[in-house]
C-alpha cells in the first residue's frame, strides 16, 4: 500500500482521538490539519506530530499534497467542510451522522459523485473486529435467522445549555449524537430500514431530544428496539436473536468482545485492539483508495443516505427540527 496523506478539518476532542488511532494505520501519514483558528491548528499539529497547520479550511483543501480528509466538525457543519474538501478532489471521511437530515446527506453523495472521489461516513462501529466477528458468525448460520434485535447507547450528563448536546443549532440531542449508532447497526444486521417506526421522545427544555426510544418492524416479522440518551446512563450494549440463539456484544459500538449463545453452548471470542479503534475506519478509506472505489462496499452511500432517512422519519413523529432547517 502506497502512504497516504492525511487532513484533519476541526481538531476538537473526537479529532483526538482519531490522531491517536491514525498511528496505528498503516500507509497513514499525519500530514495536515485545518481550523478556523491558527493558533488551535498549531497546537493540534504539535501535540499529534502532523506536518502542517492551516488556520482555514480552504488552505488544508488547497494543499495539493493531501489526499484524504477526516471531518469532525459539529454534525450541522459537515456538510460545508465535506463539499468544500470533495470540490477539491479530496476522498473524505466524514464523522457521523453523516448530515444532520437527509437532504444534506443527498447533497454531500451527489457532490462526491460529481467530482469523482470517495467519500464515506465515519461509523467506526462497522470496522471494529468484533463486529467483523459478528457478522461472520451470523452468515455462517451461528445463531439461525435473525429475528430482532436491541441496542442501547446512553450516558447521563448534566443539563448545560451551553453545551452543543443540549443546542438545537448544532442539532443537540441524543438521537444524532449516540442513537445514529443503533439505527446504523440494525441497518448494517438486516441489510435494510425498517418498514414501520414506533418512537417516544423527550425532548426537554432546551429543545433538545434526552431520551428516545424507537421501534421498528420488518417486513417478514423483524423487529429491533433502540434506546438513545444523553440523561440515562444504559448498558451500552447489542444483542441480536436468532431463531437458534442470539449474540452479545458489550459496549457495541467500540468494543472488543463477542459472546455467543448457541448450539453448542456459550463462546466468547476476545478480540482486543491497539489505540483508540479509530485505525480500523481509517485503514478501510485506504483499502478502498488502494482498489480505485469510490465508496465503501462496508459502508455505502445509499445505505449512509437511508438511515438520515430514517434518523429523519424518528424526528418527524414527534416535530422535532433544528432551527437551521
Same mark, same amino acid.
Given at each position: 500500500?502506497?502512504?497516504?496523506?492525511?487532513?484533519?478539518?476541526?481538531?476538537?476532542?473526537?479529532?483526538?482521538?482519531?490522531?491517536?488511532?491514525?498511528?496505528?494505520?498503516?500507509?497513514?501519514?499525519?500530514?495536515?490539519?485545518?481550523?478556523?483558528?491558527?493558533?488551535?491548528?498549531?497546537?493540534?499539529?504539535?501535540?499529534?506530530?502532523?506536518?502542517?497547520?492551516?488556520?482555514?479550511?480552504?488552505?488544508?483543501?488547497?494543499?495539493?499534497?493531501?489526499?484524504?480528509?477526516?471531518?469532525?466538525?459539529?454534525?450541522?457543519?459537515?456538510?460545508?467542510?465535506?463539499?468544500?474538501?470533495?470540490?477539491?478532489?479530496?476522498?473524505?471521511?466524514?464523522?457521523?451522522?453523516?448530515?444532520?437530515?437527509?437532504?444534506?446527506?443527498?447533497?454531500?453523495?451527489?457532490?462526491?459523485?460529481?467530482?469523482?472521489?470517495?467519500?464515506?461516513?465515519?461509523?467506526?462501529?462497522?470496522?471494529?473486529?468484533?463486529?467483523?466477528?459478528?457478522?461472520? %458468525?451470523?452468515?455462517? $448460520? =451461528?445463531? &439461525? /435467522?435473525?429475528?430482532?434485535?436491541?441496542?442501547? !447507547? #446512553?450516558?447521563?450528563?448534566?443539563?448545560?445549555?451551553?453545551?452543543?448536546?443540549?443546542?438545537?443549532?448544532?442539532?443537540?440531542?441524543?438521537?444524532?449524537?449516540?442513537?445514529?449508532?443503533?439505527?446504523?447497526?440494525?441497518?448494517?444486521?438486516?441489510?435494510?430500514?425498517?418498514?414501520?417506526?414506533?418512537? %417516544?421522545?423527550?425532548? $426537554? =427544555?432546551? &429543545? /433538545?431530544?434526552?431520551?428516545?426510544?424507537?421501534? !421498528? #418492524?420488518?417486513?417478514?416479522?423483524?423487529?429491533?428496539?433502540?434506546?438513545?440518551?444523553?440523561?440515562?446512563?444504559?448498558?451500552?450494549?447489542?444483542?441480536?436473536?436468532?431463531?437458534?440463539?442470539?449474540?452479545?456484544?458489550?459496549?457495541?459500538?467500540?468494543?472488543?468482545?463477542?459472546?455467543?449463545?448457541?448450539?453448542?453452548?456459550?463462546?466468547?471470542?476476545?478480540?482486543?485492539?491497539?489505540?483508540?479503534?479509530?485505525?480500523?475506519?481509517?485503514?478501510?478509506?485506504?483499502?478502498?483508495?488502494?482498489?480505485?472505489?469510490?465508496?465503501?462496499?462496508?459502508?455505502?452511500?445509499?445505505?449512509?443516505?437511508?438511515?438520515?432517512?430514517?434518523?429523519?422519519?424518528?424526528?418527524?413523529?414527534?416535530?422535532?427540527?433544528?432551527?437551521?432547517?
Amino acid at each position: 500500500m502506497r502512504e497516504y496523506n492525511w487532513g484533519i478539518i476541526g481538531p476538537g476532542s473526537i479529532a483526538k482521538r482519531f490522531a491517536e488511532g491514525l498511528k496505528h494505520a498503516p500507509g497513514a501519514r499525519l500530514y495536515a490539519v485545518g481550523s478556523r483558528s491558527i493558533d488551535r491548528a498549531e497546537a493540534f499539529r504539535s501535540e499529534y506530530g502532523f506536518e502542517k497547520a492551516y488556520g482555514s479550511y480552504g488552505e488544508l483543501v488547497n494543499d495539493k499534497h493531501v489526499d484524504i480528509v477526516y471531518i469532525a466538525t459539529p454534525h450541522p457543519q459537515h456538510a460545508e467542510a465535506a463539499t468544500l474538501c470533495m470540490g477539491g478532489g479530496k476522498a473524505v471521511l466524514c464523522e457521523k451522522p453523516f448530515a444532520v437530515n437527509k437532504k444534506q446527506a443527498a447533497a454531500m453523495i451527489e457532490c462526491a459523485k460529481k467530482n469523482n472521489v470517495f467519500c464515506m461516513e465515519a461509523m467506526w462501529t462497522r470496522f471494529f473486529p468484533a463486529v467483523k466477528k459478528t457478522r461472520e %458468525l451470523i452468515s455462517a $448460520g =451461528a445463531i &439461525g /435467522a435473525v429475528r430482532h434485535i436491541s441496542a442501547d !447507547f #446512553g450516558f447521563r450528563t448534566a443539563i448545560n445549555l451551553e453545551s452543543r448536546l443540549f443546542d438545537p443549532e448544532c442539532a443537540g440531542g441524543s438521537l444524532l449524537d449516540v442513537g445514529c449508532y443503533n439505527v446504523s447497526f440494525c441497518s448494517m444486521i438486516y441489510g435494510k430500514q425498517p418498514d414501520h417506526i414506533h418512537s %417516544l421522545m423527550d425532548i $426537554g =427544555a432546551s &429543545g /433538545a431530544d434526552e431520551i428516545t426510544n424507537v421501534l !421498528f #418492524g420488518y417486513a417478514g416479522g423483524q423487529s429491533a428496539f433502540c434506546l438513545s440518551a444523553i440523561r440515562l446512563s444504559t448498558a451500552q450494549e447489542a444483542t441480536i436473536y436468532g431463531e437458534e440463539g442470539y449474540i452479545k456484544l458489550p459496549g457495541y459500538w467500540h468494543g472488543d468482545k463477542v459472546i455467543l449463545s448457541g448450539k453448542d453452548g456459550v463462546q466468547t471470542f476476545e478480540l482486543p485492539f491497539e489505540s483508540t479503534g479509530f485505525q480500523f475506519e481509517a485503514s478501510e478509506v485506504m483499502a478502498c483508495l488502494e482498489q480505485g472505489l469510490k465508496e465503501s462496499p462496508l459502508m455505502p452511500l445509499h445505505e449512509t443516505l437511508a438511515i438520515a432517512g430514517t434518523l429523519d422519519n424518528i424526528r418527524a413523529q414527534h416535530g422535532l427540527r433544528y432551527p437551521f432547517e
